[in-house]
């Protein structure tokens, strides 16, 4: 009896610190929640973007697929032309680009085309650390030779 007491008397001496473990725990659960789902956002942030410079990789291959052959110099040479890489890109941006829009299409030198894709990012899990949406562009570069 006599040890109960004193554990009674002891606990009322340092003021009882009973449920002052919850409130943490909670605030702590709260922190990891919040942390998971700016993870998860930023992980689909990051799938976005990779999956944007896939299409743009994809339509400027498209796009260099669209040369002509001409002579130059009495050699074959394939050519091409601003319209035809737009025609390439455009054709395989409607086909397989999802929301994604052709932002510029062309050729800097007659050999390599150049398209530039945008997109605009939702997050999959609305939260308030997190933008609602992001601008995504991706640029690619891709070139033509015959041997």
């Keep these: 009896m006599s040890r109960l007491r004193a ?13 002052s473990v919850l409130p943490l725990t909670l605030g ?14 930023g992980t689909s942030l990051y799938l976005g973007q990779k999956r944007l410079d896939g299409l743009a990789d994809s ?3 498209a796009g260099a697929d669209g040369f ?11 050519v091409l ?10 054709a395989l941006i409607v086909e397989v ?12 030198d007659g050999v390599s085309s150049r398209v530039t894709v945008a997109q605009e990012w939702r997050p999959p899990v609305l ?4 933008p609602d949406g ?13 041997r």
């Design 127 to 130: 939260t308030l650390f997190v």
């Design 68 to 78: 002509t052959l001409s002579l130059v110099d009495g050699e074959p040479a394939a």
């Design 134 to 146: 992001v601008a995504l562009e991706a640029t690619a570069t891709s070139r033509t030779a015959l």
């Design 28 to 41: 702590y659960a709260a922190l990891a929640l919040i942390a998971v789902l700016v993870c998860v956002d």
């Design 7 to 19: 554990a009674n008397r002891l606990r009322a001496a340092t003021g009882g610190d009973e449920g």
């Design 59 to 61: 339509a400027a291959l």
């Design 97 to 108: 680009g999802g929301d994604a829009v052709l932002v510029d299409a062309g050729t800097p």
């Design 81 to 90: 032309t601003d319209a035809a890489v737009r025609a390439q890109a455009e």
